[in-house]
C-alpha cells in the first residue's frame, strides 16, 4: 500500500554547516519547506554526531569541510553506528571539494548536492534520499569515480575480500548498478521481477558491508566491473 504524502510523517532534518549564514539559509529552506521538519543544527562534524545519537533526524544533511572533526569523519561515525542505521547523510558540496565527494561517499553518504542547488531542488534531494533512492546523480557520481576512484584502483589489484562470495548472478546485478541503473532498470535488463532486482540489492549490499547504493557503485568501479567511458 502507497502512503499518501499528504498524511506521511515529515522528513527529520539535522543541517550541519559551519558557515552560520550558510547554515541558517539551508535551516530555513528546511523549515518552510513542505514535508520536511528541521529538528536541529550543528556548527562542526562533532556536534553533528553529538546530535544524530540525540535527535535521531531521518536525513542529516551534511557540509564535508568542517573545523575539528570534518564531514567525511562525521558520516562514517554515522553511518557506522548501529543505533543510527536508519540515518541518511547527503552531503552538502561544492565544485572545489569535488575530490572529497567520494570519501564522503566510501563513508556511507548516500548522495550529494551542490550548495548551488536550486531549493526545490535540495528538497527533492532530501526526500530522495529518505525514500532510499541513494543516487541522486548516476551521471555525476560516475563523473567523480572516473577521476577519482579509478586512478587508485588502477594501482591496486586487490580485489573486494568479500566479491568472492557473490554469485554470479549477483556479480552482474553489482555491474549494472554501477553503471547507475535503479532496481526496476536492472529487472528489465535481467528480465526478472523489480521485487527479485531489489532481493539481489540487498544481498549484495549485506555481503560486502555496503550501507547504501552509493557504495556498491563504488564498490563495481574499484573490481573494474564497470570502467571509464573514453569520452
Not at 515529515?10 to 549564514?21: E, F, G, H, W
Not at 573545523?67 to 557506522?80: E, F, L, N
Not at 540515518?87 to 548516500?110: C, I, N
Request: net charge negative; proline share 5%.
Amino acid at each position: 500500500m502507497t502512503t499518501d504524502p499528504a498524511t506521511a510523517p515529515a522528513v527529520r532534518v539535522l543541517v550541519a554547516d559551519d558557515q552560520a549564514l550558510i547554515r541558517a539559509a539551508i535551516a530555513d529552506l528546511v523549515t518552510y519547506a513542505d514535508g520536511l521538519e528541521l529538528v536541529g543544527q550543528a556548527a562542526d562534524g562533532r556536534e553533528a554526531i553529538a546530535l544524530a545519537g540525540r535527535l535521531r533526524p531521518d536525513v542529516v544533511l551534511m557540509d564535508i569541510r568542517m573545523p575539528g572533526v570534518d564531514g567525511i569523519a562525521a558520516t562514517r561515525s554515522i553511518c557506522t553506528d548501529p543505533a543510527l542505521a536508519a540515518v541518511r547523510v547527503l552531503v552538502l558540496t561544492t565544485f572545489e571539494e569535488d575530490q572529497y565527494v567520494v570519501g564522503a561517499l566510501r563513508a556511507g553518504a548516500s548522495g550529494f548536492i551542490g550548495k548551488g542547488a536550486e531549493p526545490a531542488d535540495i528538497v527533492a534531494a532530501v526526500h530522495a534520499v529518505h525514500r532510499g533512492d541513494a543516487l541522486l546523480s548516476p551521471t555525476a557520481t560516475r563523473a567523480l569515480i572516473d577521476r577519482y576512484v579509478l586512478p587508485v584502483a588502477a594501482t591496486s589489484a586487490a580485489p573486494h575480500p568479500d566479491l568472492a562470495e557473490l554469485t554470479e548472478r549477483e556479480v552482474e546485478v553489482l555491474t549494472l548498478v554501477g553503471t547507475g541503473l535503479s532496481n526496476a532498470e536492472v529487472a528489465d535488463r535481467l528480465v526478472i521481477s523489480p521485487h527479485t532486482a531489489k532481493t539481489h540489492v540487498n544481498r549484495i549490499m549485506a555481503k560486502l558491508g555496503a550501507h547504501d547504493r552509493a557504495q556498491l557503485v563504488i564498490a563495481a568501479y574499484e573490481n573494474a566491473l564497470v570502467r571509464a567511458d573514453p569520452r
